[in-house]
T-cell receptor, first 112, second 113 residues
Framework: QKEVEQDPGPLSVPEGAIVSLNCTYSNSAFQYFMWYRQYSRKGPELLMYTYSSGNKEDGRFTAQVDKSSKYISLFIRDSQPSDSATYLCAMSAQTGANNLFFGTGTRLTVIP | DVKVTQSSRYLVKRTGEKVFLECVQDMDHENMFWYRQDPGLGLRLIYFSYDVKMKEKGDIPEGYSVSREKKERFSLILESASTNQTSMYLC????????????FGSGTQLSVL
């Protein structure tokens, strides 16, 4: 079983829709959770960073962590064509990027 | 604006060649990393470095080596390129203490023929 599972998609939504992207994980020790966004032919960029459980909001983006279910989500409100990208979840049990486990990414397309 | 620069965007090499991938960051980050990204496998850590002259193996170091002679520069070396090393290579850096908050370069798509 992989440490982190992420549906690869692709996911296509109309502009303005609410998007939900999800990852599940198996290691209950994970406590640092991240979402990276990767545009085509670019490297990933950090979008959201959360520690432990709960929600974090940044503009149109909300990251949610449910440790009891081992499930994290990224919600995008009022989605825009510029949100079209691959979204990668990442998580770790302790600090240190050498301890990071990445999902395989979900490709999102927002249709104008 | 923070920047991680990878020397080549696309590279085509022959089997058995020695290949150098260069990465430079201008953010004075202590930590630097090399990943490869393959469809369906995600990002896998090859090597990382927390300081000059220092290197640590990641999850898939076989067939690779690294060099960090200066703080801003981290090189990945394929000693004898093989076809299974065809991949997207991503360099990243981060501050000590914010290790997981990675800044990535745009990647080098390497094809080994």
């Amino acid at each position: 079983q992989k440490e982190v599972e992420q549906d690869p998609g692709p996911l296509s939504v109309p502009e303005g829709a609410i998007v939900s992207l999800n990852c599940t994980y198996s290691n209950s020790a994970f406590q640092y959770f991240m979402w990276y966004r990767q545009y085509s032919r670019k490297g990933p960029e950090l979008l959201m960073y959360t520690y432990s459980s709960g929600n974090k909001e940044d503009g149109r983006f909300t990251a949610q962590v449910d440790k009891s279910s081992k499930y994290i989500s990224l919600f995008i409100r009022d989605s825009q064509p510029s949100d079209s990208a691959t979204y990668l979840c990442a998580m770790s049990a302790q600090t240190g990027a050498n301890n990071l486990f990445f999902g395989t990414g979900t490709r999102l397309t927002v249709i104008p | 604006d923070v920047k991680v620069t990878q020397s080549s965007r696309y590279l085509v090499k022959r089997t058995g060649e020695k290949v150098f991938l260069e990465c430079v960051q201008d953010m004075d980050h202590e930590n630097m990393f090399w990943y490869r990204q393959d469809p369906g496998l995600g990002l896998r850590l090859i090597y990382f470095s927390y300081d000059v002259k220092m290197k640590e193996k990641g999850d898939i170091p076989e067939g690779y080596s690294v060099s960090r002679e200066k703080k801003e520069r981290f090189s990945l070396i394929l000693e004898s390129a093989s076809t299974n090393q065809t991949s997207m290579y991503l360099c990243a850096s981060s501050f000590r203490g914010s290790d997981e908050k990675l800044f990535f370069g745009s990647g080098t798509q390497l094809s080994v023929l």
